[in-house]
């Protein structure tokens, strides 16, 4: 035992060293007072703090809107296709009702920061409430876009698009890897919204201006690399509840989570938590290193997978603890892909509206409306770009690695995901909203 928890304490000591050498925050407490100022009038997620209770009643009252698409369990119709009259009062029906909800939310259109209370309890496992509101407000405000587009109000539906992704980026001081990808989520509702809007009309040169600008500069991967710093310092946290669980004089309310020894034992095994946290931080550290690019990331959790795998038996917590990353990696380079699509979608209809015509090339938009064409995060190639009879797309391979030709369709059955991701556009005179009294008994337009 002694043997044991030298070699443990010798080891986690290393980890730590090599955290604080390389200038890495070793306390939740010392991250969070890294993070830039933020005043109260500036923090978008006080104003989603004081809707809280707006957005349970949602919850609380979901048999009342389950036909409304987003809140409720009903889809949008697919991107183009004409929406029912059914769906498009019931859609009326709850904004009516929202309406001071909606009200407060247009203050987070100034608000591109915001940041939520972060407490780490006694027990690290723990869930964040705040994740819930804020993809709900997301999806209101989403609502209230399609419905302003609809009247042909479409620059205050830009507009909301703008307040979707600063919703969204309440969460990007969070240090956990979930806040990260609901961020992600809401950012992508943002961007689907844009593309929707702009198929139901068309919108000044400077509303579009001013989305492409509050979209400039946001790389979804900065936000993905301080969730795995969170993610590493949540394991140092985790020592130090298993640690303290032999010293606490009462033993903690919620329980401990099945996979652990009885406290008597700890005594015995500290040497060996020592060395599984100290394998923890190393792995962890090697993957953030290695994560210097949405691409490297995929390969970096591989990696990092595979020795996980190969660990031998006496590294029993780290198995049990250490999730595959390579999931969520192959969503934080989507999550870029398509921002930077959606970019220069916008990019390209600035240029129509200039000149007339959608441009040839994405170089076209150089330097007049982006500094650079992109790469795709999944190959390093410019961004793809075709021109179609009705449409534009600006499109990533995505996942599979395959140019698939703009296939951004609703992904086929048994796929979670469509083939390429990107942005659409269709030429002015396709666009506008379209209603239909009732579906034909085969469409699948309403679920």
Known sequence: VTISKMIGRSALRTQLQRLHDAGEALTFDELRTRLPALADADNSALVLDEIRGSLASLRENDAQWREVPLVGKAKLPAWGEPWTEEMVERVAAFLDEHDS???????VHDMPRGRFEFKLPYNPWFSLPELTDVRAAAKVESLAAHRDAAESKTESGLARCVTIF???ASLRDSPTLISALVSLAVEST????AERVLSFGESGNESLRLLQESWEGHEYHDVFLTAMRGERLYHVALHEYIRQRDTASTPNPQGDPPMFWPRKMNWALGGLLELNSAKSLELLGDFIE???SPRAAIAAAKTYGREVGALPGWY????VVLPSYTAACEMSAAGAARMRCARLGIAAERFRLDLGRWPVQLTDLVPDYVKAVPVDPFDG???RYRIDADR????SISQNGVDDGGDLARPPKGSKRPLDVGFRLLNPDLR???TIERPDADDDLVP
Do not use: E, H
């Open 290 to 292: 290695a994560s210097d």
């Open 316 to 319: 029993y917590l780290c198995k």
């Open 190 to 193: 943002a961007i689907d919204t």
């Open 101 to 107: 909800m909606l009200l407060r939310l247009d203050a």
């Open 432 to 434: 506008g909203f379209k």
């Open 392 to 395: 534009i797309v600006v499109y």
């Open 166 to 168: 600063n919703i969204g």
């Open 381 to 383: 190639q410019p961004m």
